[in-house]
């Protein structure tokens, strides 16, 4: 009798729609993806509503894929692993998992055990009181290297604020919780993962934004995936997403009103040397300013027209755009050895 009652439990749990619905990346995390997933499931352990997990394995050379699978299966636990066919980085492995997620609530972490879990249920209560799409979290007290980490993630946090107008301390945290509507609207691309609240920002008011202080751990396995070089990184990508959230949908406006601009200074330069050749009576032709008079010019005309160009590439890439920046070679739940 209590094996009956107990499977008709299980019915009912399993069709319950998936209320929120973990994202974890994973890259030759072998030594903490099985901790990783302990550590998780006592987190929600308490949580009321439905939830699963999803672990993304980014292409890993070691026995990441192999530690993770023995998990599935296992009570208590709702677990899918997309395995990719190589690694394609974070970005597009968070948008692998954006993807396969059917929660109407998506989190995402870490898979390094610097992220807490147990935020997670907090996180959630927290963003539906404020009635938010994003909240984000904050390691107001992060375990990381002071030179190589804190310093340039300060400078960044307050570069990435200034520019795209959304506030928060701390960009670079990978605990997230979004509503699934929300964030399916965004295509993360390249090493995009980082700024992802200024392109939530372009869905969303900034006022739908939040954040939160979160738990943080010194990196426990392994050996980090960053260094000081991704400072130089974390800048080219600033200048691309203030292009991005200015001129996404209008990338004539920014190359033409440069084009404009030194078409405007070529003109007064050329009237300058008119007036001067035939009011005044001097020689131009070996004149310096006349040679940059003619380049300004010919600038001025290559903007416009890469405006022009720029202008149609956008209306294709918006109607055409659909294809994945990741190839998934196999997914495991548990139904391949049924």
Request: proline residues 3%; aromatic residues 8%; glycine residues 8%.
């Amino acid at each position: 009798m209590q094996t009956t009652v107990d499977s008709r439990q299980g019915l009912v749990e399993a069709t319950r729609p998936v209320e929120l619905s973990l994202v974890v990346p994973v890259f030759n995390e072998e030594e903490s993806v099985g901790p990783l997933v302990d550590r998780i499931c006592l987190a929600m352990a308490n949580y009321a509503d439905r939830w699963e997990l999803i672990l993304i394995d980014d292409g890993s050379t070691d026995a990441t894929l192999a530690n993770a699978r023995k998990h599935i299966g296992r009570e208590g636990l709702t677990l899918r692993i997309v395995e990719l066919q190589r690694n394609f980085g974070q970005t597009a492995a968070m948008q692998a998992g954006i993807d396969a997620a059917t929660g109407r609530l998506i989190a995402t972490m870490d898979g390094d055990l610097q992220n807490d879990p147990k935020d997670i249920p907090s996180m959630v209560a927290e963003l539906e009181r404020r009635q938010l799409d994003l909240l984000v979290g904050w390691r107001k007290n992060r375990q990381d290297g002071l030179l190589l980490r804190k310093i340039p993630s300060w400078c960044a946090n307050y570069l990435i604020g200034r520019i795209t107008g959304v506030k928060l301390h701390d960009y670079g945290c990978s605990l997230k919780i979004y509503r699934a509507s929300v964030i399916k609207q965004v295509k993360l691309m390249g090493e995009m993962h980082r700024f992802i609240p200024a392109w939530v920002a372009g869905v969303v008011p900034s006022s739908r934004i939040g954040e939160m202080v979160v738990t943080h751990h010194a990196r426990q396995h392994g050996q980090s995936k960053y260094g000081i070089s991704r400072t130089f990184r974390v800048i080219l990508d600033l200048l691309s997403v203030m292009f991005f959230m200015r001129y996404k949908a209008r990338p004539g406006h920014f190359f033409g009103s440069l084009g404009l601009g030194l078409g405007a200074i070529s003109v007064v330069v050329m009237l300058y040397l008119l007036f001067d050749k035939f009011v005044m009576g001097d020689d131009i032709g070996t004149r310096p300013l006349l040679m940059v008079g003619i380049v300004f010019m010919l600038s001025s005309v290559q903007l416009i027209t890469t405006g022009i160009l720029a202008e149609m590439i956008a209306r294709t890439y918006y109607r055409d755009d659909t294809s994945p920046n990741y190839i998934v070679r196999q997914i495991f739940d548990g139904s391949e050895n049924a």
